[in-house]
């Protein structure tokens, strides 16, 4: 019988701020162990937060494998890594100083605006062992700086944001982005001209990916619940466009560098699409012995469950080219806030932006009425995907630039 135990260990300093001020410094120290018991066929699970008796866990674990709940993949074995990675204000009384630090300059910068929100640094400790030689530990801290930012004189909850996340403290660079936001928020310009315009976004954002995600989840790909279902080894996109399933520390993921089945990669990325190719879905064991995929290791769950198909980071890899480059002496549209749209079944994509700069790949220079912004799948990654910016904006961690071509609206 294999015996496997995870355990993840999570500590946060979070520091709670209202209207420029600090409001509260918040600690978090969870720890979570769980113990699993594969016999071939079947996987018991029991799970324990703190402080644990591990005779009982595996008693319990063993009352769950008679359940006889069905898990015929293999564990992973012969396996040994280690990695530790720092960051910045791990300590709470630096965070809290490096805090006060920023809000007072904020208050004497931008004295029409409030700022709310948290500060975060946090650390996780993972490792999963067994006894069939595999040993993984991984410590990953990183630091976060986020802001809501209200105009006082708007009767709006939120007016526009800042932030970013990475393992330096980047205190100028972040005061320098929220002064640009704030600055550029005053500056009202008028409407511009309905049409076709290169539209930027954070190559992290959500927003105008999120179809990606649906399309290349294993069991909707292999169950042709997906646009992308049946374009194995085709080319469907831009030869610019490379999509990585991604766990590397470099690429802002902080949590460990292996799945919840111990899958590691190389280099801790796995290409689902590479030059525009649909080269693989993404897939935990279960999915892609089932329907004979490759194993990209995105397996998650509940700590104290059956580890199942999870959703994993994914990243657009960097072009060779700035954003400056890629905007190719036009003005940009830069879309911070959007809400309220979606992808149709059939990949159609629609969304009001509540808060848009005009942007000359360096400054955003003022900021437009709302407008709509549209495209679809097949286009915006296709004809009209210019690239990812090989430089961070501003020099801030992770904060690589997404340019496409979209067809822009009044609202």
Known sequence: MTEEKLVVHYIENAVKIVQTRVSSLRKKDVLRTSVRLYD????GVAGSLGECDETELNARAKRSLELGIPYPSEATKDLEREEYVQSDLQN???LLEATEEILERLRTDQPEFSFSHIFRSSKTESQLRNNLGLNLKSSRESVSLSLVIKDKKSSNIIDAMTGYEGRKFQKKRFIELTNMICEAYKNQLDGIEEGEYPVVFMSDDITYYKKLYESLNGMLFATGGSLLSGKTDMKVFSEKLNLLQTRNVMDGFNEPFFDSEGTVNDADRFALIENGVVKSPYTDKKTSSTFGLPLTGSAGGEFDGLPELGTPMLKFSESEETVKQLLRGQKGIFVLIASGG???????????????????????IGR??????????????????RGVSMDDFLGLENAKLTVMNMKVEKL
């Open 368 to 385: 437009l009425p709302e407008i709509s912004i549209s495209s679809h799948l097949y286009e915006m990654f296709g004809k009209d995907f």
């Open 342 to 364: 979606d992808f149709t079944q059939d990949g159609h994509f629609a969304t009001p932006a509540q808060l848009a700069f005009l942007f000359d790949g360096e400054r955003f």
């Open 40 to 43: 071939g066929k079947s996987m």
């Open 92 to 94: 709470s009384a630096e």
